[in-house]
């Protein structure tokens, strides 16, 4: 079975910029996620999408990041504009169900650095 | 609002030798907790989880977990340490139904041969 899919792996800009990260998620999972990890932190949920619908995006930071999932499938997460301290990981996960009991299962992220 | 706690930022442990991992948590209701791995530039391994039932969890790799409801811990073990195991670990916790899963900071486990 394929994993959740991310690219790029490693993105550098420079801040002010705008960039997007792009998921695949395991096929057949309705649900899926987009996290941050902070360099010595653990990840923090940004947007939570079931099929295309947003079922919680209250850490999203909604001025200046943007997230889709159009056809229920694919999901993109954009920055515009970019910030110092958006400088991170970005992991993409997808589950088989929004169920509090459905394990989550990640992709390998993209690295973000802000200069 | 739930949270969790892992105390080490750092363990320690020469191969061959037990290991434990902390995680202490809180919820306001019934948590579903989880254990996920990290290797250097991968994504999160799901390692194990409790929902409901036996206290004592068995999952991947010879890991295992024991549901403290008392103590509200759920620590990570394993009987003998192998070097492969030198990772990140973090303990996730969810308050029920359907709410966001909450990590910890991530506690790294370094296996000395």
Redesign the interface.
């Known amino acids: 079975e394929a994993g959740v899919a991310q690219s790029p792996r490693y993105k550098i800009i420079e801040k002010r910029q705008s960039v997007a990260f792009w998921c695949n998620p395991i096929s057949g999972h309705a649900t899926l996620y987009w996290y941050q990890q902070i360099l010595g932190q653990g990840p923090k949920l940004l947007i939570q999408f079931q099929n295309n619908g947003v079922v919680d995006d209250s850490q999203l930071p909604k001025d200046r990041f943007s997230a889709e999932r159009l056809k229920g499938v694919d999901s993109t997460l954009k920055i515009q504009p970019a910030k110092l301290e958006d400088s991170a990981v970005y992991l993409c996960a997808s589950a088989i169900a929004a169920s509090g009991v459905s394990e989550q299962f990640f992709g390998p992220g993209t690295r973000l650095t802000v200069l | 609002a739930q949270s969790?706690a892992q105390p080490e930022d750092q363990v320690n442990v020469a191969e061959g030798n037990p290991l434990t991992v902390k995680c202490t948590y809180s919820v306001s209701g019934n948590p579903?907790l989880?254990w996920?791995v990290q290797y250097p530039?991968?994504?999160?391994?799901?390692l194990l989880?409790y929902?409901t039932g036996d206290n004592l969890v068995k999952g991947s790799y010879g890991f295992e977990a024991e549901f403290n409801k008392s103590q509200t811990s759920f620590h990570l073990k394993k009987p003998s340490a192998l070097v492969s195991d030198s990772a990140l670990y973090?303990c996730?916790v969810?308050d029920?139904?359907?709410?966001?899963?909450?990590?910890?900071?991530?506690t790294r486990l370094s296996v000395i041969a």
């Open positions: 969790v579903y989880f996920y530039n991968r994504g999160l391994q799901f989880k929902i973090f996730a969810r029920g139904g359907n709410t966001p899963l909450v990590f910890g900071k991530g």
